[in-house]
């Protein structure tokens, strides 16, 4: 039976092929288009995505203007709701569908640059602990297990409870905590990589070693960062609004889903929808995000398309 | 066997001290720890006073060292807001803590292992969609949005549970949950449950195509025996590791649900004393839950290689 | 004699994702009652997986038997095993037909102790209650000669050396005295010494329990030592049968003769290199429309790249699926 030849998306192929920009965005398509659930969660992202770069254009009012005279006003489908707020109002009466859509904007920021800074750093630190082995590899790998074994809640609390609520804060936390996932992944990948036999032979045909790193090592792990990080992002976005739920995220004025939780949390029994309605965004894209990893892992895991014998 | 253990007692030890070395410099990130303990209009003479009363006047390698002979003879400190040793505050809360991870841990457990059972065993069919839903659902709904809806529906809505706080019926002496425990357990237990679910199917299929299924297959074994006996059992060991990084996570994760229930456990405690600028025991909880991660991963290890018998066994 | 098991037109394909493998082309072979029938062929060229589809054992999906049957006979009465029922099928595997494999290592569950395996089997089909299965199965290690067998008992697969797991392997396999043992390659893993002594184990119970044995294997050096008669596949088609001392001497198909001049002979003093066969096996996403050998035949005729040969007598017990009459070093002249 013939070997099934590398992988689909061309990520993990060892040379990468050489295939045109456009060749591949239509191969990556078909590949969608083959599985509609990574199809959906695409489309859900995106919309998550539109709804954040444009909130003051979709968005139907000012997410911070009060209107007391509406406050508490509750969604357009119940009986005394309006289509005024379709979402209904908060105690404040601010928009709540407004808020949603400008609350995304917090979710992304921090899930993107979060999973940003955490990704690179840790794909640094990965690289090197994975390459240059021995002593730096031990004490790198100590540290990542280290935080590691920590309880992770409990300590991003603790931290972001000292250092105090600011968006950016809230960021580097996600980021320098979440380092080690990256660490361990590229550093896996970098030994697998190495003891699988094509570097040694780059090497004695005398490529250099940052050569190997680029065309070599790199190529390879593009695939399983993705995956990681698409799920990372969704983790950070649910770890954010728990902050935010705890009183802990960004300043209460900003209008973010944890703030519109701890919020509805207190009006709960009497005027449910100011909470439960914007768990229903971190719900979409939380779904949203995991659709696209599993579609992601499918597509790029070769051991799950492996034709069985 | 002894080898083994003996080299995860002394990784522990290590983690140990690194979380030991972290939570006392955690308080250090902003320069000084006593301008987050005092309320922001104190006078300078009482945050001189608080800055005596907590020693917070000496050397840093000389806290530092006093830090540490506390640690290791179970002494981390005095809350501020309650004036009694951090440690007591803890132990209260711990029975409550434990029972609400302990029960949803088990209703996962429930759950999550023979649904994944059903759905590995049959890749495509009814049980296996319900698997992929429980994975994706575990993983797309936050057990704090959960919790809320919960309680707007079973507790507001028809009255079934309490809305929050824990009762207990006591047999015996023995303190036993009731049915104030069902709304948390199960707003907790419900990402627990999905990557149960997603490891049990996951490891049900991979062991399916093993060389010695099908070797039991040879020797006429019906599939019900297959299952028991050779693919849960087999199932059954790297479960025990996910296992207890689960029910670390359980316990992390009561911070929310506590809050949320009013459960009179440690994420609750924690949650007030970050409201009460209570950072001695903040810190003191934060090293108790990381020693609780600590030896539950060795604890875990250990079961592990009791229940393998190529490392118990092994040299 | 009486004949065993009968197969007839065998064919079997594995429906992947990249397309439809051909992995078995109309197998046919007779198997008799007592006899060592060994399977020769490089790896690919579906031995195993015509002895295991015989016993359900392949994964289905994605393989699926297209055409074909396999009359396994009891008292003389026939059964179709491809067409059995899954309950019926437990109860053929291990009772009647025993399989050892190749792999004693992963062919082991890693988590039971190896006398609890071998014993597994005789409670199922012998219905024996824990305690004499325990003994059975103690006496069975001790006959598969492993040395303290009541204590190796609870020993797990890993405590064994790889000679003796083989053996406990072999211990599974005949645990309820089959008619029949499928020996899929059980030497291959091993070292030399340790070969020759899995095949005198296998010999000696094969002549003291009366079983019939089908030895699969890629080495035509151990065939010599053990089979009665040998079936030669290539590329999914059975393309050579013939009693052993037969097929060495006058081997009459291309390919097997190409399989012999490869083996080293000890005799042979000329310092000639060994002969190997030019090429690669075919493809085996399309249907044979013709001999699958011809990419790599010397002997290639326009006729061999227009049907699939049929079986040609050639002796006594012995037929080869080729056109190309060896012997006489002419094309064959049928109809």
């Known amino acids: ?309 | 066997m002894q080898r083994y253990i003996l080299s995860r007692l002394i990784q522990s030890l290590l983690i140990l001290l690194g979380v030991l070395l972290i939570v006392f410099f955690m308080l250090q990130l902003t320069g000084d720890p006593v301008s987050l303990m005092v309320s922001r209009n104190a006078s300078p003479e009482q945050v001189q006073r608080v800055r005596e009363e907590m020693g917070f006047n000496r050397p840093m390698m000389v806290q530092f060292a006093d830090f540490m002979t506390g640690a290791v003879v179970g002494d981390f400190g005095m809350s501020l807001r309650h004036r009694q040793p951090a440690m007591k505050l803890i132990l209260e809360r711990l029975p409550a803590t434990v029972e609400l991870a302990t029960v949803a841990l088990l209703m996962a457990m429930v759950i999550g292992i023979p649904l994944g059972l059903l759905g590995g065993s049959n890749p495509g069919g009814f049980w296996d969609t319900l698997c992929r839903l429980a994975g994706l659902i575990g993983q797309t709904i936050p057990n704090f949005w959960l919790a809320l809806i919960l309680i707007v529906f079973f507790s507001v809505g028809l009255g079934w549970f309490p809305t929050f706080g824990r009762e207990t019926c006591t047999v015996f002496g023995i303190h036993l949950p009731t049915r104030s425990v069902i709304l948390p357990a199960f707003a907790l237990c419900l990402f627990t449950t999905g990557q149960l679910v997603r490891f049990t199917r996951a490891a049900v299929l991979e062991i399916k195509n093993e060389d010695y299924v099908r070797t039991a297959y040879s020797k006429g074994i019906g599939d019900r025996q297959i299952y028991t006996r050779h693919i849960l059992r087999n199932a059954a060991i790297p479960l025990i590791s996910i296992i207890g990084v689960q029910f670390g996570y359980l316990l992390s994760g009561s911070i929310y649900i506590e809050t949320i229930f009013s459960w009179p456990g440690i994420g609750n405690l924690l949650a007030e004393a970050i409201g009460n600028r209570d950072f001695a025991l903040v810190q003191a909880i934060a090293f108790f839950a990381s020693l609780t991660v600590v030896i539950l991963n060795l604890l875990t290890d250990i079961a592990y290689g009791l229940a393998d018998p190529r490392i118990r066994y092994g040299d | ?335």
Not at chain 1, 193 to 208: N, P, Q, T, W, Y
Not at chain 3, 17 to 32: C, E, K, M
Not at chain 3, 205 to 225: C, F, K, N, P, S
């Open chain 1, 1 to 309: 039976m013939p070997e099934t030849s590398a992988d689909a998306t061309g990520l993990l192929v060892d040379e990468t092929p050489d295939r045109t920009f456009r060749q591949s965005l239509v191969y990556v398509g078909r590949l969608f288009w083959r599985d509609k659930t990574g199809l959906v969660g695409l489309i859900m992202f995106l919309m998550v995505v539109f709804s954040a770069i444009f909130a003051p254009w979709i968005a139907p009012y000012d997410p911070l203007q009060q209107d007391l005279r509406a406050a508490k006003t509750p969604p357009a489908w119940t009986e005394k709701g309006s289509f005024d707020h379709p979402l209904g109002t908060d105690n404040l009466g601010r928009d709540i569908l407004s808020r949603i859509i400008y609350g995304s904007r917090v979710s992304l920021t921090v899930g993107f640059f979060g999973v940003l800074i955490a990704c690179s750093l840790g794909l640094t630190i990965g690289l090197i602990s994975g390459y240059v082995g021995g002593r730096t590899d031990n004490i790198i790998m100590g540290g990542v297990n280290l935080i590691l074994s920590l309880p992770y809640l409990v300590f991003v609390v603790f931290i972001a409870a000292i250092l105090g609520r600011s968006l950016l804060i809230v960021i580097l936390i996600f980021a320098f905590t979440d380092i080690p996932i990256f660490v361990r992944i590229t550093r896996g990948e970098v030994l697998r990589i190495r003891e699988s036999g094509f570097v040694e032979a780059a090497l004695s045909i005398g490529a250099k070693r940052r050569r190997i790193i680029f065309r070599h090592i790199l190529p390879n792990l593009i695939g399983p960062l993705i995956t990681i990080a698409t799920f990372e992002m969704s983790a950070m976005i649910f770890y954010e609004a728990g902050l935010g739920f705890l009183g802990l995220s960004v300043p209460p004025s900003v209008p973010s889903w944890g703030n519109m939780l701890a919020v509805g949390r207190k009006y709960l029994t009497i005027y449910p929808w100011i909470a439960t309605i914007p768990g229903l965004a971190i719900v979409f894209t939380g779904l949203a995000m995991n659709l696209l990893g599993d579609w992601l892992r499918d597509v790029i895991d070769p051991r799950l398309r492996r034709v069985k014998k």
């Open chain 3, 1 to 335: 004699m009486s004949t065993i098991l009968s197969v007839r037109d065998l064919t079997l394909r594995f429906h992947t994702f990249d397309g439809v493998v051909h992995a078995l082309n109309g197998i046919s072979f007779d198997v008799q009652a007592g006899e060592t029938l060994a399977i020769v062929g490089e790896s690919g060229s579906g031995k195993s997986v015509t002895m295991m589809s015989l016993l359900h054992l392949l994964p289905m999906p994605p393989a699926r038997i297209a055409r074909g049957e396999a009359l396994f006979y009891t008292n003389g009465t026939p059964t179709d095993l491809l067409k059995m029922s899954r309950a019926d099928m437990h109860r053929v595997r291990g009772a009647q037909i025993g399989y050892i494999f190749q792999d004693a290592l992963s062919a082991l569950n890693p988590v039971m102790t190896v006398g609890r395996q071998i014993g597994e089997s005789l409670v199922m089909h012998l219905g024996m209650d824990a305690e004499t299965a325990r003994k059975r199965a103690i006496d069975l290690l001790d006959d598969v000669g492993i040395p303290g067998a009541r204590a190796r008992y609870r020993n797990y697969p890993h405590q064994f050396s790889g000679g003796m797991r083989q053996r406990a392997m072999i211990a599974i396999a005949i645990a309820c005295n089959p008619r029949m043992v499928i020996a899929d390659e059980p030497t291959t893993a091993l070292d030399v010494t340790v070969q020759a002594q899995i095949v005198e184990l296998a010999k000696r119970i094969q002549r003291e329990r009366g079983m019939t044995v089908v030895w699969i294997t890629h080495d035509l050096g151990v065939v010599a030592g053990i089979a009665d008669r040998v079936l030669v596949m290539y590329a999914g088609c059975p393309v050579e049968i013939a009693p052993v001392d037969d097929l060495y001497d006058h081997p009459q198909h291309p390919y097997t003769r190409g399989l012999l001049s490869a083996l080293p002979r000890l005799d042979d003093r000329s310092r000639r290199d060994l002969a190997s066969i030019q090429g690669a096996p075919p493809d085996m996403m399309a249907s044979p429309r013709h001999c699958q050998f011809a990419w790599r035949c010397p002997y290639v005729f326009d006729r061999c790249w227009k049907a699939v040969p049929p079986y040609y007598p050639a002796g006594k017990g012995h037929a080869t699926q080729c056109f190309y009459d060896l012997e006489n070093g002419r094309p064959r002249t049928d109809a």
